[in-house]
């Protein structure tokens, strides 16, 4: 959501002293102050950011300005590849204490780095449509805008008049111990209330509490089946070392701006199973790997062919094997869509060019690996890993369907029907999303 937000002015509120927010949301790889959601009006705001430091924070004003509510977690939230469950519930009429939880997965919030709490039946500038001000979603509103929030949103409720707890809109998955979301929590949203699915991609701001509290979507809001309940890989900002490569485009987009080799890695590992996915090159000097654990500290400033167990093909045609270069197949450039085929069932690796195995390669041969850039060293857990250098745009999809905001032309799905891709899946191959990999680690 990244320069994107949406805004909306309410009318009367049911309550200026009870309300509860809950979200959920997968960071990008902007770490500086975020804005999940506010409200400003020159006079009065109200916050909900992860600060600079990447802890949760929740902040409202009144007038003069005076400060009404400051809650910092010391928690610090930095885990680009996992969603997280918000909860912010507040109710001022409480006798004492409790008057502000803050709830993240399912778990309440006890240790602060800062607390101010509001007076008992405070009237406090946190109910949305309070004095008029504009709320918006994704940024923050004071001063005509800022802090936009770098990643994904789904299901934000906003209850007006009631604090609910995060078991309202949130509970424990039985058979795997996972926090993941109510899909239709039975709550009294009141006059300000709605449910922000974010469901229909021609209308990303439509409300479906039955309010009719829709709001006006500004910029270009991107959908993605990336989920709670299935997080599809992305690359790691935290692999990164200094500012380059840069991320953005909620991690799938990498550009090295210098001359030097730069590497960043995937969020999601494997070691067993078949897995695909596609990069599109921005650039030309490019090299897209695959590397055991034990290279991810290592090779980050480097390329990510270099190192023992590290498997990668590079935009001359090469293939490089724990840093050893030979022929391989054809060299590649800005444009081009490479595909990138896995099999840890056999231990091979294959890589195509637009649609076009290179060397042959028949990623379905099984235990023959036939024409295969090289067999892999068992007993790892392995990475995706990306490399380039010299203002290098390159995208990447590991089933989103996207390549940066343009979705793909032929809509291919592997098997299981999970995953969007440009050229058709190899049979047997599945999205490195974590549906499929808990079906083919774990099953």
């Known amino acids: 959501m990244a320069s994107t937000y949406l805004n909306k002015t309410f009318g ?24 999940f959601s506010g409200m400003w009006d020159n006079y009065y705001s109200f916050d909900i950011v992860l600060d600079s430091s990447s802890r949760f924070r929740v902040y409202s004003d009144n007038t003069t300005p005076t400060k009404a509510i ?36 399912g778990e309440q919030e006890t240790s602060f780095s800062t607390t101010f709490e509001p007076n008992q039946n405070d009237s406090v500038n946190i109910v949305l449509g309070t004095h008029s001000a504009e709320t918006s979603i994704g940024r923050s509103p004071a001063g005509g805008g800022g802090n936009y929030f770098d990643g994904s949103i789904t299901h934000y409720h906003y209850v007006d008049g009631t604090a609910y707890d995060a078991d309202t809109f949130g509970e424990t998955d039985a058979t795997t111990g996972i926090w993941k979301p109510k899909t239709a929590p039975s709550v009294t949203y009141g006059n300000n209330g709605f449910f922000l699915k974010f469901e229909n991609s021609g209308a990303f ?95 980050t400033s480097t390329y990510c062919g270099a190192g023992t167990y590290s498997y990668a093909y590079n935009n001359n045609g090469n293939k490089y094997i724990s840093d050893v270069a030979t022929a391989y197949g054809d060299s590649f450039t800005s444009g081009d869509i ?106």
């Not at 009367?12 to 804005?35: R, V, Y």
């Not at 030097?260 to 000097?285: A, L, M, N, P």
């Not at 007993?379 to 250098?389: D, I, K, Q």
Request: glycine share 10%; hydrophobic share 30%.
């Open 205 to 299: 701001g439509t409300d479906s509490s039955g309010n009719s509290n829709n709001f006006t979507v500004n910029g270009t809001m991107t959908q993605t089946i990336d989920t709670p309940s299935n997080v599809f890989a992305t690359l790691n900002p935290l692999t990164v070392i200094g500012s380059e490569p840069s991320l953005s485009l909620g991690n799938l987009k990498y550009n090295t701006g210098v001359a030097f080799w730069r590497t960043v890695d995937c969020s999601h590992g494997f070691s067993q199973g078949k897995y695909y996915w596609e990069i599109k090159i921005g650039g030309t000097d490019t090299m897209l790997g695959f590397v055991s654990e034990n290279l991810l500290s290592q090779q």
């Open 338 to 443: 490479i595909g990138c085929a896995v099999d840890l069932d056999n231990n091979y690796i294959y890589f195509s060019k637009n649609g076009t195995w290179q060397n042959s390669g028949d990623p379905t041969s099984g235990a023959s690996g036939t024409g295969a850039l090289s067999s892999i060293q068992t007993g790892y857990t392995y990475f995706p890993s990306f490399s380039s250098r010299n203002n290098n745009n390159t995208t990447v999809n590991f089933g989103n369907g996207y390549f940066g905001t343009t979705a793909v032309s032929s809509a291919e799905n592997p098997d299981d029907g999970i995953g969007i891709f440009e050229y058709a899946v190899p049979t047997g191959y599945k999205a490195l999303c974590t549906k499929s990999i808990n079906a083919q680690e774990y099953d």
């Open 70 to 105: 400051e809650y910092v977690t010391n928690r610090v939230l930095r885990d680009s590849s996992a969603w997280y469950h918000a909860v912010v519930s507040i109710d001022t009429t409480q006798s004492g204490g409790n008057r502000v939880k803050i709830y993240i997965n």
């Open 12 to 35: 009367t509120p049911t309550s200026t002293q009870k309300c509860t927010h809950s979200f959920w949301f997968k960071l990008g790889s902007d770490f500086t102050e975020i804005n």
